[in-house]
C-alpha cells in the first residue's frame, strides 16, 4: 500500500506565509510527478502547482511568483512554499503523485489534503 500525508496547513493572516509537506510512504519503486492540488468550497479541485522527478515545474497562473514546489527524492516529499497569501488561497490542499510500486507501471495516488486559511 502506498499513502501520501500532507501536512503544514492551518490559519495565517493574508500576506503570511505556509509551507506545506506531503511524503510518500509504503511500497515505491519509484515516483515520477508530484503536485499539488486545491479545491475550495463549492468550486471544483484546481490544479496549483507540479513538479517532475527531474524538477521541471509547472505553475498556475494564480500563484505564480508566490508559491514555490519542490521535492526530495530522498525522503520521497514534495513541498510547497507559500508566500504573501490571499484570502482566495483558502482551500484544501492535496497532493497527488504517479508512484511505481514495482518495476512496471504506475499509479496516481492522492493524500487526504490538509486545510489552509487566509484570513483577511
Known amino acids: 500500500q502506498v499513502q501520501l500525508v500532507e501536512s503544514g496547513g492551518g490559519l495565517v493572516q493574508a500576506g503570511g506565509s505556509l509551507r506545506l509537506s506531503c511524503a510518500a510512504s509504503g511500497r515505491i519503486f519509484s515516483i515520477n510527478a508530484m503536485g499539488w492540488y486545491r479545491q475550495a468550497p463549492g468550486k471544483p479541485r484546481e490544479l496549483v502547482a507540479t513538479i517532475t522527478n527531474d524538477r521541471r515545474t509547472n505553475y498556475a497562473d494564480f500563484v505564480k511568483g508566490r508559491f514555490t514546489i519542490s521535492r526530495d527524492n530522498a525522503k520521497n516529499t514534495v513541498y510547497l512554499q507559500m508566500n504573501s497569501l490571499k484570502p482566495e488561497d483558502t482551500a484544501v490542499y492535496y497532493c497527488?503523485?504517479?508512484?511505481?510500486?514495482?518495476?512496471?507501471?504506475?499509479?496516481?495516488?492522492w493524500g487526504r489534503g490538509t486545510q489552509v486559511t487566509v484570513s483577511s
Open positions: 497527488n503523485a504517479d508512484i511505481g510500486p514495482s518495476y512496471t507501471g504506475l499509479i496516481n495516488y
